[in-house]
C-alpha cells in the first residue's frame, strides 16, 4: 500500500540552526514526491517537488530510492519558516496521499 | 481567479444534524479532491472527482458521508448525520490535467472547520 510517514509531529529549533523534516514513504512504482507548507492563517501550499529539483526559500529536498527517503532540508531556519509542513507522494497519476505533518517552530 | 473558494469558513453544529459543505474549483481544473485534516491524522483524502465524475471515493469513512459534483463549477460534501468524531477541517482542492502525466500540483481552499457538538 502507498503510505506516506513524517515522524515526528513538531520540530523545534532555533533560528540560523540547520533544519531537517523527515518523510518516508512505501510506493511499488516510481515515485513523485512533493512538499506543501501551511503557514499560519494560509492555505496549504506547495513548496517544491522532487521532479524540479529546485531550492524554494533555501529549502531543498532530494528523493533517495535507496532509503525511501524525501528529506527536507534548509541550511538556515528563519522564524518565517514556522509553518505546518506535509510531504505527500502521487499515486497513479491523480491520487495524492499526505504524511501526517510535521509542525516547524523556529525559535529567536 | 479567486483561487478555490470553500464555505462555510466554520460550522458548529449539534450530533445528529446534517452539514453540508460546498467548494468553487478554480475555472478550468477538471480535478477536485476533498481532504479531512485532523491532528492524528493528517491529511485525509476522502474523494476525488474528475470532469465532475467520481473516480474514487474509497476514502470516504462511511455512509454517513456523500460527496457530489453537479457541475465543473460546483461540489458538496455532505454529513448525515452529523457525529462528534467528525470534527476536522475539510479542504477542498482542485488540479488541472498536465499532458499525458494526471493531476497536476494541488491548489487548496482556505477549509472549512467543522465542530460536532
Known amino acids: 500500500a502507498q503510505r506516506v510517514t513524517q515522524p515526528e509531529k513538531l520540530l523545534s529549533v532555533f533560528k540560523g540552526a540547520p533544519v531537517e523534516l523527515k518523510c518516508n514513504y512505501s510506493?511499488?512504482?516510481?515515485?513523485?514526491l512533493f512538499w506543501y507548507v501551511q503557514y499560519s492563517r494560509q492555505r496549504l501550499q506547495l513548496l517544491l517537488r522532487?521532479?524540479s529539483r529546485e531550492s524554494i526559500k533555501g529549502f531543498t529536498a532530494d528523493l533517495n530510492k535507496g532509503e525511501t527517503s524525501f528529506h527536507l532540508k534548509k541550511p538556515f531556519a528563519q522564524e518565517e519558516d514556522s509553518a505546518m509542513y506535509y510531504c505527500a507522494l502521487r499515486h497513479n497519476f491523480n491520487k495524492f496521499y499526505f504524511g501526517s505533518g510535521t509542525k516547524l517552530n523556529v525559535k529567536p | 481567479d479567486a483561487g478555490v473558494i470553500q464555505s462555510p469558513r466554520h460550522e458548529v453544529t449539534e450530533m445528529g444534524q446534517e452539514v453540508t459543505l460546498r467548494c468553487k474549483p478554480i475555472?478550468?481544473?477538471?480535478?477536485l479532491f476533498w481532504y479531512r485534516q485532523t491532528m492524528m491524522r493528517g491529511l485525509e483524502l476522502l474523494i476525488y472527482f474528475n470532469n465532475n465524475v467520481p473516480i474514487d471515493d474509497s476514502g470516504m469513512p462511511e455512509d454517513r458521508f456523500s460527496a457530489k459534483m453537479p457541475n465543473a463549477s460546483f461540489s458538496t460534501l455532505k454529513i448525515q448525520p452529523s457525529e462528534p468524531r467528525d470534527s476536522a477541517v475539510y479542504f477542498c482542492?482542485?488540479?488541472?490535467?498536465?499532458?499525458?502525466?494526471?493531476?497536476?500540483?494541488?491548489?487548496f481552499g482556505a477549509g472549512s472547520r467543522l465542530t460536532v457538538l
Open positions: 510506493y511499488s512504482g516510481s515515485p513523485e
Open positions: 475555472s478550468g481544473h477538471d480535478y
Open positions: 482542492a482542485s488540479s488541472y490535467r498536465s499532458g499525458d502525466s494526471g493531476a497536476n500540483v494541488l491548489t
Open positions: 522532487h521532479i
